[in-house]
């Protein structure tokens, strides 16, 4: 049975992703930093659902919180075939009001946790694998108030390009990128917005629908079981990035 790990899976996109894997017959590595009881939550729901797993806890903004998680999953399940990066943090500011400790705190979620933890899992996949990156449709146009979580998504963007060059063709490496999705993050967006679902989804996308985790879910399961896409961003945003250029200020 396939091993799969999907950073920062206690709830949200992350959660949806994992418990799409199990119904794919992956034994899923359920990772949070801090919420025991999120992940403990996303596993007992992956069981329930007929699967397997295990739940890690380590912080994957730093090294030795990638290695760790890495490592876990071996002594756990001996291999590792499928690694989501999906942990990321997204802080809205106006760009002249972002302090050092707030820009740092966004590149040490969002961009390097994608690096250590795709270090870490290319070591680990020693006879292949897929990596796959939670991107944002914020990496691939300008967003009023989150200038550095788009600089981070972009730099994600690339490094999935950068990754699938290098890594090929022992792994494959993709992305998807959302757009506001309806989780507790885009909940607190759209509250500083001002505006409703509803409105939101009605005022800024094609389909007049906004994007469930598991929409998210069901593209990073494309990516993976296709064997021939690597490099490729996949946009799951209900029309979002051809709407408006930018979210309301």
Request: with cysteine; proline share 2%; net charge neutral.
């Amino acid at each position: 049975m396939s091993i799969a790990v999907v950073t920062g899976s206690g709830r949200g996109i992350g959660r949806a992703i994992a418990l799409r894997l199990v119904r794919e017959g992956y034994r899923v590595v359920v990772n949070a930093k801090r919420g025991v009881a999120e992940a403990e939550e996303t596993l007992r729901l992956a069981k329930e659902a007929g699967g397997d797993g295990a739940v890690v806890i380590a912080d994957v903004a730093s090294r030795e919180g990638c290695r760790q998680l890495v490592q876990r999953t071996l002594d756990i399940f001996g291999g590792l075939d499928v690694f989501v990066n999906n942990a990321g943090l997204g802080l809205y500011a106006p760009f002249e009001s972002a302090d050092d400790k707030m820009i740092e705190k966004q590149l040490e979620t969002t961009l390097k946790s994608v690096i250590y933890c795709s270090q870490e899992a290319a070591r680990a996949m020693a006879k292949g694998g897929v990596i796959i990156n939670v991107a944002s449709i914020a990496g691939l146009m300008p967003f009023y108030g989150l200038s550095i979580y788009s600089a981070a998504k972009a730099a994600v963007i690339n490094l999935t390009r950068a990754l699938a060059v290098e890594l090929a063709p022992r792994i494959r490496v993709n992305a998807v990128a959302p757009g506001v999705v309806k989780t507790k993050m885009g909940e607190s967006l759209l509250k500083v917005l001002g505006v409703s679902e509803e409105e939101f989804a009605r005022r800024n996308t094609l389909l007049g629908q906004m994007v469930e985790p598991e929409h998210v879910a069901e593209a990073v399961v494309a990516l993976i079981k296709i064997p021939t896409i690597t490099g490729q961003v996949l946009v799951v945003d209900s029309g979002e990035s051809l709407r408006h250029g930018a979210l309301l200020s």
